[in-house]
């Protein structure tokens, strides 16, 4: 959503940032523009594909500094004229910006007051005039100038005819990254934008600026007073955002899900005392066992994860676990308890929800731990403590290894928590070598992709589906939908097995499919009972489900995954989901790591 680039160095930077913000497309825009500092500031910027602006970009378009952007509309409709950069009226100053500004309004309205002709719908505008009206001596102050005057959240990049060594950056609950390059350096909103140059990095925190020129960068606070903030060596492989081989990023990131389950677990398993080690959370025995509630804040996908998360921390701590849409959580005034350990769950740690709810849930003395996949994001940042997710980079849309590494997080954390509490040690290493187990009965389940791409084919003729669970079993009905409606397009709603006869079994019809999630578990029966209801309808079935359960003569096209322990049987039933969602949005012909409307990482509300 909204991505940024910059560059000044030796190199003619149109090119570099043309490919940065192609890195960035995943993100998610309806528009994408530069501005070169050559001889004079030049502007160029259109609707559509980073492709049409390459297509379309003077020749000439020469200069050692530039900055862009790809937007996704907020104010005003995606054109050539809303597209980023944004510039004052005399075009010396150019502005890039994610994130939004509040009060765009009233300061539309002030500068058109004022006599200033506002050319595009946007808020970011504002900010270029407000730089362009400000008469401090430095670029630097009149940024700060600017920025004082501004409500609202934001990642900018600016540049200015006058001070052609630098570009200077500003972050508000924006990401904004530096990278350090030989006398040349990179600014960005995302790190793959950059890692192709660098993986020398540095990040900006709330409230904080920077200058970046040629050989180096500066940074300091709003009111301009110095920050030390050093440059650190990422440790990522830059062919990771690569897709290599593979047709779509969704498809290589699913099969990379044994190994970056591997990686999740790898030195936190204690086999000798049947438990986990989390350091990273930053809490002792004695806090541990003080915990009395667990509360899990994430959205979408990692929402429903959170569920599954919840199951686990009751099952195996017997600590009163919930998980809510973190979108949702800060404006019912939420109740912060002190013996509560809130959990904020999200692969970006830019998601501007849970980051708020993490800010809500701080303010008022609460203690939250992230279980995060982006090292130094701004909800790991903003937490007590926390679990990294080691997934490595996501770059499609929609989430599936992340998703692996968070249940596992949860495992780990249960494990953990349970073991301080009533969780034996025969239990705790039950567990253990079912995760141990866990990467190669993944591996098996994606080694059944054909027979799922076959289902796929089927269901993707559907205009609606049901996806049905129960308990453990619901929150991966609710992630099936979601990653079937999120690439495929179609109607897909999850439901409670047990509700179905309450409302919905009135749509059961040939034309609606359901997908049934049936473990092998206590509710195993009725489960199947109700599939029988749904048959009887003539309602057609997928299965998932475990070896050894009798679905009692039904007529369903059957996935069996192998079973694990039962608490960890979750994730094993959510990959099928995931090759389903993915192949039948391959028949329909979708680009499937740029679903239409979405975006990666959701930073603005
Ligand atoms: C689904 C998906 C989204 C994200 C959600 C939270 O495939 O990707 O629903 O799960 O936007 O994103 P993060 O985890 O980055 O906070």
Not at 74 to 89: F, Q
Not at 110 to 135: C, F, M, N, P
Not at 207 to 223: H, K, L, N, P
Not at 367 to 382: K, Y
Request: proline share 4%; hydrophobic share 40%; aromatic share 4%.
């Amino acid at each position: 959503m909204c991505g940024i680039v910059g560059y000044i160095g030796t190199q003619q930077a149109a090119p570099l940032l043309l490919e940065g913000l192609t890195r960035l497309e995943h993100r998610g825009y309806d528009s994408a523009g530069v501005a070169v500092l050559g001889s004079g500031l030049r502007v160029a910027k259109k609707a559509g594909r980073v492709r049409d602006l390459s297509a379309e970009l003077p020749k000439r378009f020469s200069g050692k500094v530039g900055i862009g952007h790809t937007r996704w509309a907020t104010h005003g409709p995606a054109n050539d004229v809303n597209a980023h950069p944004h510039v004052d009226a005399t075009g010396d100053v150019a502005v890039v910006h994610n994130g939004i500004i509040d009060n765009a309004a009233a300061l539309r309205e002030r500068l058109t007051d004022e006599g200033v002709e506002l050319a595009s719908d946007t808020d970011t505008e504002v900010l270029a005039h407000l730089i362009a009206r400000s008469t401090a001596d430095t670029l630097e102050e009149r940024v700060a100038e600017a920025l004082a005057a501004i409500e609202g959240t934001y990642g900018v990049a600016v540049l200015h005819a006058d001070f052609p060594d630098r570009i200077v950056v500003a972050r508000n609950g924006s990401p904004l990254i530096i990278g350090v390059g030989e006398k040349e350096m990179h600014v960005a909103s995302d790190l793959g934008a950059l890692v192709r140059y660098t993986t020398t990095v540095a990040h900006l925190d709330d409230g904080e600026m920077a200058t970046v020129t040629a050989t180096g960068f500066t940074t300091y606070r709003q009111d301009l007073t110095q920050v030390q903030r050093a440059a650190t060596e990422v440790d990522v492989d830059p062919a990771s955002y690569d897709a290599g081989e593979h047709e779509s990023f969704m498809r290589k990131e699913m099969l990379e899900q044994p190994a970056a389950a591997e990686r999740v677990l790898r030195g936190r398993l204690d086999e000798r005392f049947g438990t986990a080690h989390l350091g990273g959370l930053n809490m002792d025995a004695r806090e541990t066992r003080e915990i009395r509630r667990v509360k899990i804040l994430g959205c979408g996908s990692a929402y429903y994860v959170g569920q599954m998360g919840a199951s686990l921390i009751e099952e195996l701590a017997r600590i009163p676990a919930d998980a809510e849409a973190a979108s949702e959580f800060r404006y019912r005034n939420p109740i912060i308890e002190h013996d509560t350990l809130y959990v904020a769950v999200s692969q970006s740690g830019e998601t501007i929800d849970t980051l708020l709810a993490v800010q809500e849930i701080r303010r008022k003395g609460g203690r939250v731990v992230g279980l995060v996949n982006v090292v130094g994001s701004a909800i790991a940042r903003e937490c007590d403590g926390g679990i990294y997710l080691h997934a490595g980079p996501e770059v499609a849309v929609a989430s599936t290894k992340a998703l692996t590494n968070m249940f596992l997080g949860f495992a780990l954390l249960a494990l953990q928590l349970g073991r301080v509490r009533d969780l034996s040690i025969s239990e705790g290493k039950r567990l253990i070598e079912a995760l141990i187990a866990l990467p190669a009965q993944l591996q098996e389940v994606l080694d059944g992709e054909d027979r799922l791409a076959e289902i796929a084919t089927g269901l993707a003729q559907a205009e609606s589906l049901f996806f049905v669970g129960r308990v453990r079993g619901f929150p991966v009905a609710r992630e099936g939908a979601q990653k079937f409606k999120e690439i495929s397009y179609r109607h897909a709603e999850a439901y409670q097995t047990s509700e179905l006869k309450h409302g919905p079994l009135a749509l059961i019809s040939p034309e609606v499919p359901t997908v049934a999630i049936v473990p092998e578990d206590e509710l195993t029966d009725r489960n199947v009972g109700a599939l029988h209801e749904i048959a009887a309808r003539r309602g057609p079935l997928v299965v998932v489900t475990h070896p050894d359960v009798d679905l009692r003569g039904l007529d369903v096209q059957r996935i069996d995954v192998p079973r694990s322990a039962r608490e960890l049987d979750p994730i094993l039933l959510t990959i099928p989901l995931q090759l389903l969602a993915f192949h039948a949005a391959q028949v329909l012909g979708h680009d499937i790591d740029k679903p239409r409307n979405l975006a990666k990482s959701v930073t603005v509300e």
